[in-house]
């Protein structure tokens, strides 16, 4: 019975999905590094802002910040309740998710990898994709307190099998936005009109959530709304390529996709949407994809 959760990372993912805990939850803690946020989230949905030592005695802990090396930073020192569980939303690194599992059996504490999909809209919705690695009985234990952000929840493996999947999705997401900023700017460069373009494309076998959702909402409009930032993308095609390294495997597409999101990336400001990652191409062919 999940008496208490906590909230930590109250970002651009973590304060929507900490906003549905409340509505099956009694006791919500969040904390932020930023405390205000925690302080904006009390009162907007009914959570407690507490310390962090105090948001980690809940039954589960959930954290979402941008990398492991974060994560890891912040529960080194941390003495937790034996029994509770952490569920990191983090899409981190397979072998960090291990030394955590390892350092938090210690304290006889469940430690569950589970980043998710689905961007912010989906964290507003509460349809995220939930892909989980680690602990099984943990798993089945968390599971109602994921059930309040997540629709698709999968337990895809042991401590690390979550993270791998996140960064091998995300590898996909940029290899797609590539293959679609090239696709669309030899297009434009043939004199296509790229809106009906996208329409026969969307009802073909080319198509890709890059298509359907990314070009029309983000890229052909000029907005670019910053809800995933670029280094984001980046760090988890690093992660997928570096998973790929290990297993020894040609990966040719893998690694083309990194250098490029990394490329993107440096180029760009570091508070830039992933979508923006096309302005790479539209400099070279001097094109703009709308
Ligand atoms: P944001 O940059 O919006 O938020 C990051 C959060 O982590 C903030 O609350 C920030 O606190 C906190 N934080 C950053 N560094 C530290 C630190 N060293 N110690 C403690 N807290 C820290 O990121 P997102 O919410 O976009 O992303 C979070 C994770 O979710 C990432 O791993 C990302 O790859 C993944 N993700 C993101 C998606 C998206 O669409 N945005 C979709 C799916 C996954 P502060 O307020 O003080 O800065």
Redesign the pocket.
């Known amino acids: 019975m999940i008496q208490s959760v906590a909230f930590i990372?109250?970002?651009?993912?973590?304060y929507r999905m900490a906003a549905h805990l409340p509505k099956h939850f009694e006791t919500v803690y969040v904390w932020?590094?930023?405390f205000a946020?925690a302080e904006e989230h009390a009162v907007e949905y009914g959570t407690q802002a507490v310390a962090l030592e105090q948001a980690v005695q809940a039954d589960i802990i959930f954290s979402?910040?941008?990398?492991s090396a974060?994560v890891e930073?912040?529960v080194q020192g941390l003495s937790l309740k034996a029994g509770s569980i952490w569920v990191d939303?983090?899409?981190g690194v397979p072998d960090a998710a291990r030394h955590l599992e390892e350092a938090l059996t210690e304290q006889g504490v469940i430690f569950l990898d589970a980043?998710?999909?689905g961007?912010?809209i989906g964290a507003e919705n509460g349809t995220l994709t939930v892909m989980v690695g680690g602990n099984a009985e943990g798993f089945e234990k968390a599971l109602p307190a994921m059930q309040a952000f997540g629709k698709l929840i999968k337990h895809v493996g042991t401590s690390g099998a979550g993270f791998a999947v996140k960064a091998v999705n995300n590898m996909l997401l940029a290899v797609n936005l590539c293959a679609a900023a090239e696709g669309f700017t030899t297009l434009k460069a043939h004199g296509v009109d790229l809106n009906e373009a996208l329409d026969c494309i969307n009802a073909s076998s080319g198509k890709s959530n890059v298509t359907e959702t990314v070009l029309r909402q983000r890229i052909l409009n000029r907005s670019f709304p910053v809800?995933?930032?670029l280094p984001?993308l980046a760090?988890?095609t690093g992660i997928a390529l570096d998973l790929a390294r290990d297993a020894k495997l040609a990966v040719p597409l893998l690694a083309l996709g990194q250098s490029l999101m990394q490329a993107a990336s440096n180029l760009s400001d570091k508070n830039s949407d992933f979508s923006s990652a096309v302005k790479m191409y539209e400099s070279w062919s001097n094109i703009t994809i709308e």
């Not at 990372?9 to 973590?14: D, E, N, P, R, T």
């Not at 979402?64 to 990398?67: H, K, S």
Request: with cysteine; charged share 15%.
């Open positions: 990372g109250l970002g651009a993912m973590g932020n590094r930023t946020k979402c910040l941008p990398t974060d930073a912040l939303c983090t899409s980043p998710v999909s961007q912010t809800t995933f930032a984001l760090k988890d």
